[in-house]
């Protein structure tokens, strides 16, 4: 049928099956890609266009209801040529982190804003409701909305002044525009389109019956892919002795949404075959589901070499711990439990893979090229430079896109076939399929001293890892080392498993398990606060970790631990706030306000691993510098932070840096987008390159070490008046790039292996932090909303102050997730509709307070802030609800009818 | 691939869901979400088109909310107050591009236990007009839903619209509806009520439904009658008693338990009767 509409005033006619979604129409068969997909379900808001000048999500609206009519797209709004308020206002904000909501939001603040120019920022909430953004905590995007017309200055920091400022995303423009290519936006014309297979049981054998059958029924079937054809090893994982993960499931299956088969041909014959025509002959087995189930005599073991179904154990002692609670005053003990979170980014994993030659492309969303290059080596069986990664904008990551996902599917078809191969997943696919957070079980018992100092703590968490190892021993190590909290504590012993069960693999999260861990030790902060009588702000203060101390791991902190700066800095508005709410409660309201506090330290990069970072930036005839930054901005910024750094390593503006980014080819390797380490260590490998180029041209020009350098076209200028000398690069040599000096940067940070006891160095630096969450909870309800978040976080150096903020409130809605909503249920919970992620309208004003301790190994004296920024706010809110109505959560999410049970329970009546 | 057909008339429609099996899309908001990453295979009727199902109008005795009446319609219809209770659902319903696309009949014949519409239509004693080659009839909304996702709508039936029968001026409605996060939130429960005062102050009449605590929406009669003749002040909300509720037929799911969903109802049934006696 064909139909015929304008998209941005311009008139098409296109040809499609009229119930096909206008949102595919538009992207796959008009091109504009600006218009993202991330659940096809209208939960997500993402595709929201506006149809005769309303916001509609053009997932949910047949292309045959356009016929007629008018539909404008993100890629309308900067129809001039040149970005409109809007989108000037979302990039000077900081709006846009990964981008992938930016265009729904674009298009539902364009409609509130053509019916009202000046809206309230209620309106506003009401209007932007129905996209979900996961990476910002929407409050900029507010603001942004609600400055337009307001314009802010633009910033172009001189030379040498990068570090520090306000700089706009480098790859911000492409975000409001729409023109950003996520993994799902970019295919060769001719590929075929994949789709997986998968289990809909937890744990099961099955047997594939006759695939030529199927093949002979649609003829646009090109091939079936099972494990058999995987033409390396079968088997991949984050640890070189955990690959214990099929690409394609091998007549066994651990847990529900695993890979079975792959089909591989033409769009619409792929999408035409259900699953239920696919010959697959199921037996399911009782499921182990959850840790007592995996820990119970006789489970049966999920894999041959872990009888007891134990992946990893982790362990940190020190100290005489009898002692320590001999001599205590007060002892504070609880069992803490949590469950999967799942990462719900917006953009579902995405990308495609060509064969060139002898060589396979896979163009994907990811964390981690290099460490995809190297697995899809072993699955293909080719040596690892045969192998290109390309990343692809990443709409999200998390720790989410750490682990492989459809890479060796896609991979292996497509140098099967030798014919381009594209895939996206569908969001139950990705929930189903992809890592989730350890659901934790904690038993912790926390000791203090009359005078208000920490004797002791006892910690045990098990961790339910899943149906493989995935990032399960970095859990199990990194929580012991971080399990008594950012505190001095003499004697210590905490201890972690991580546990096989029928669940999907837990993986790499915010945090790697020390969210779950905070709450523990947060709660049992403030029990001892309140036995001991001491304010719990004061209690933190007395306790908390400074440099000079040693931690559990017998580490001695030298610098940058700036915990009491942060509880110093909040603390007029703890007791102001505190104030406040025992003001209100006083006449004993339904609704009763609370105020707590929650505080972390984190390590920043991997546990006593090596994870070195390595960049190089060169020089063009041109005058040109570009930055080859092999660091992956899943939102966070990294591309950003880069060329702030190396710009004034360089001593030259951050506007003359231009940046190839994560290309296996054209990078050197800069490790992963997780542990927060991107600004710590691959930071220093910008901060490096950029001095050892400076150091070069300063040669050349045979010029002090403070002289100033200009780039122009031809030649470089050192030095000034006088003293000012010209090189002439057109005179030079050209590398492959076109680079004529090339600075290179390495940074490992220095730690140290841990012992049996955990002793050792096992991180260079730490980030450390305080929150404080105000609450109002309504105590007939359970209903808890957070109405306030006060966050102040020790950074080290603030390398872009908008970013950091970005990353804290971003981080803040994550932690809110956790404390309040975010459960997800295998088999039950995969759509964005039974799992709940807060909304524009969940998440409070959030107020910053950035404190600059600066951490000497740090580059310009920068730490990370990524993962920290999740960690306390869960506990924040948790003893915040404590203090509202006198009840304790320890199972989170903390949903309406577990609080009003606890609220329930605490007046002596049974639990509704 | 299924067949689309996008009628101008209603005569057309009729026809063609006379011939066979169509499944029914208005503002899609429901179809599509439950055919994710599967094909979109079923033959369609797609009534969007037809001509005059769109405006809200008043009609002998009432108002009448046609098939294509959308959620933003019914916000934006300047409807009197008897409508306020709908048009808090309106309003609470997905966000923005949800209510410009979803429409009350549909969530009406989508038939969800959790369809926020429903018991704001029971409130409101909304009857169902269904037509088909075979003529038309209407049905109270109360019977039309039968069961989770069932209705007794024929398949040859297209429901043309929801008829609002005129309530004694001075009628007040409300709608309370409790979710975990603010917007896109499927309830956990919600109540559609409306009341009529008498002229002594009095409760005249009271309609008070409770959604998703059950297969189908219900109206809690006993609550109703215990109401007539209570004066409406400040203490109208404790005519609320446990047994008024013991009905309803909640269930544990991953929105929260059984349990609570009473206890909860209790409580919104009791802020229902407040907002509605407040002056
Ligand atoms: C993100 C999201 C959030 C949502 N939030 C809510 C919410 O908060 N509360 C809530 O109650 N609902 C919610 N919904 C559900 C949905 O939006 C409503 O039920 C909506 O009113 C359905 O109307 P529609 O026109 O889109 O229905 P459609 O999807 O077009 O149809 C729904 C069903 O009704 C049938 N049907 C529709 N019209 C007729 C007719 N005239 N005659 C016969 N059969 C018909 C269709 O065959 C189909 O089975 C949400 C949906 C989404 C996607
Ligand atoms: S893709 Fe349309 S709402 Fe998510
Ligand atoms: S910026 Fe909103 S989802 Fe990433």
Partial sequence: ?912 | MGAYLRPRDLDAALAALAAGNRVVVAGGTDYYPARVGRPLDDDVLDITAIDGLRAISRTQGGWRIPALATWTDIVEAGLPPLFDGLKQAAREIGGVQIQNAGTVCGNLCNASPAADGVPNLLALDAQVELASRSGRRTLPAEAFVTGNRSTQRRADELVTALLIPDAPAATRSAFLKLGARRYLVISIVMIGATLTPAADGTVARARIAVGACSAVARRLRGLEADLVGQPIGPGLAAAVKDLHIAALSPIDDVRASAAYRRDATVTLLRRTLAALAAP
């Fill in chain 1, 1 to 912: 049928m064909t139909i015929a509409f304008t998209v941005n005033g311009t008139a098409h006619r296109v040809t499609a099956d009229p119930i096909r979604r206008l949102a595919d129409v538009l992207r796959e068969d008009l091109g504009l890609i600006g218009t993202k997909v991330g659940c096809n379900a209208g939960d997500c808001g993402a595709c929201t266009v506006l149809l005769d000048g309303r916001q509609v999500c053009a997932c949910l609206v047949p292309v045959g209801q356009a016929e007629g009519r008018a539909i404008t797209t993100v890629e309308g709004l900067a129809a001039s040529g040149t970005i409109n308020a809007l989108q000037q206002a979302f990039h000077a904000h900081g709006a846009a982190q990964c981008g992938i909501c930016t265009p729904g939001m674009l298009m539902a603040a364009s409609d509130l804003l053509a019916r009202k120019p000046h809206p309230s920022e209620d309106e506003a909430l009401d209007a932007l409701g129905g996209v979900l953004c996961r990476c910002t905590g929407y409050r900029k995007i507010v603001d942004a909305v609600l400055s337009v017309g307001a314009p802010a200055a633009a910033i172009a920091p001189a030379a040498g002044t990068a570090v520090g400022a306000r700089l706009a995303k480098t790859d911000g423009i492409a975000k409001v525009t729409g023109a950003e290519r996520f993994g799902a936006d970019a295919w060769p014309d001719d590929s075929l389109v994949l789709r997986a297979v998968r289990s809909p049981h937890h744990h099961a054998r099955f047997t594939v019956g006759d695939l030529a059958a199927l093949q002979a029924r649609h003829p646009g079937l090109v091939k079936v892919l099972t494990a058999r054809d995987i033409p390396g090893q079968n088997r991949y994982g984050i640890y070189p002795t955990g690959k214990d993960q099929p690409a394609l499931a091998e007549g066994y299956v651990r847990h529900r949404g695993e890979a079975v088969l792959a089909l591989v041909g033409d769009a619409a014959t792929i999408e035409s075959i259900r699953d239920d025509e696919v010959p697959i002959a199921w037996e399911a087995l009782p499921a182990l589901a959850g840790i007592d189930a995996a820990l119970a005599a006789g489970a049966p073991a999920l894999h041959d070499d872990k009888p007891d179904n134990v992946l990893v154990r982790g362990r940190v002692a020190r100290g005489d711990l009898d002692a320590g609670f001999a001599r205590a005053a007060a002892v504070a003990e609880g069992e803490f439990e949590t469950g999967f979170v799942e990462h719900a980014y917006v953009e579902p994993e995405a990308g495609y893979a060509r064969r060139i030659g002898e060589r396979i492309e896979i163009v994907a969303c990811t964390q981690t090229p290099y460490m995809d290059r190297d697995e899809l080596a072993l699955i293909l069986g080719l040596a690892p430079e045969r192998v290109r990664i390309v990343p692809s904008a990443v709409g999200g990551g998390f720790g989410g896109k750490l682990d492989l996902s459809l890479q060796p599917l896609i991979a292996t078809a497509a140098w099967l076939l030798n014919r381009p191969v594209r895939c996206v997943y569908t969001r139950p696919e990705s929930m189903a399929s992809t890592t989730k957070r350890h659901p934790a079980r904690i038993h912790a018992r926390f000791a203090a001293a009359a005078n208000g100092k920490l004797t002791a703590v006892a910690f045990h968490g098990d961790f339910d890892t899943g149906a493989y190892a995935s990032w399960g021993p970095t859990v199990a190590n990194r929580v012991p080392v971080h399990a008594m909290g950012p505190y001095a504590v003499p004697a210590v012993r905490c201890t972690s498993a991580a546990i096989h069960t029928n669940g999907p693999p837990s993986g790499a999260f915010r945090g790697f398990g020390v969210p779950q861990a905070a709450i523990a030790h947060e709660t049992l902060m403030d029990e001892l606060a309140a036995q001991l009588g001491i304010d719990a702000l004061e209690f933190r203060h007395i306790n908390a970790l400074r440099a000079g101390d040693r931690t559990a791991t017998g580490q001695l902190l030298e610098a940058s631990a700036g915990l009491a700066q942060c509880l110093e800095a909040m603390r007029p508005r703890w007791h102001a706030l505190r104030a406040a709410a025992d003001a209100h409660n006083r006449s004993a309201p339904i609704v009763r306000h609370g105020v707590g506090i929650g505080c972390m330290w984190y390590g920043i990069g991997n546990t006593s691993l090596s994870n070195p970072s390595s960049m190089r930036v060169g020089l063009r005839r041109d005058g040109s510098v570009t930055l080859y930054s092999g660091a992956v901005d899943i939102g966070q910024g990294s591309n950003t932070v880069m060329v702030q750094i190396c710009a004034d390593a360089l001593g030259v503006p951050a506007s003359a840096l231009r940046l190839v980014t994560g290309d296996t080819d054209r990078t050197l390797d800069a490790g992963k987008t997780s542990a927060s380490r991107q600004t710590f260590v691959s930071g220093n490998a910008a901060r490096l390159a950029g001095a050892d180029l400076r150091q070069q041209i300063l040669r050349l020009g045979n010029v002090g070490a403070d002289a100033p350098i200009h780039l122009e076209s031809g030649r470089v200028v050192v030095g000034s008046g006088a003293a000012a000398r010209a090189i002439d690069l057109a005179a030079m040599a050209e590398d492959p790039n076109g680079d004529v000096l090339v600075g290179a940067g390495r940074y490992d940070p220095p730690t140290t292996a841990l012992d049996a006891d955990g002793q050792g160095v096992p991180y260079a630096t730490y980030g450390f932090a305080a929150q404080l969450a105000a609450v109002a909870v309504d105590t007939e309800l359970g209903t808890v909303k957070v109405t306030r978040i006060v966050a102040a976080h020790d950074v080290g150096r603030a390398i872009n102050p908008t970013q950091v903020e970005g990353q804290i409130h971003g981080g803040v809605a994550q932690g809110l997730g956790l404390a309040l909503m975010e459960e997800y249920v295998p088999g039950r919970t995969e759509n964005l509709h039974d799992y709940l992620i807060p909304t524009v309208g969940d998440v409070p004003e959030i107020e910053t307070i950035l404190i600059e301790d600066r951490e000497p190994l740090g580059p310009f004296g920068a730490k990370g802030i990524g993962e920290p920024a999740l960690i306390p706010t869960a506990p924040a809110i948790l003893n915040a609800i404590h203090h509202a109505t006198g009840v304790r959560l320890r199972r989170v999410p903390a949903t309406p009818d577990r609080v009003r049970a606890a609220i329930r329970a605490a007046q002596g009546k049974a639990a509704p």
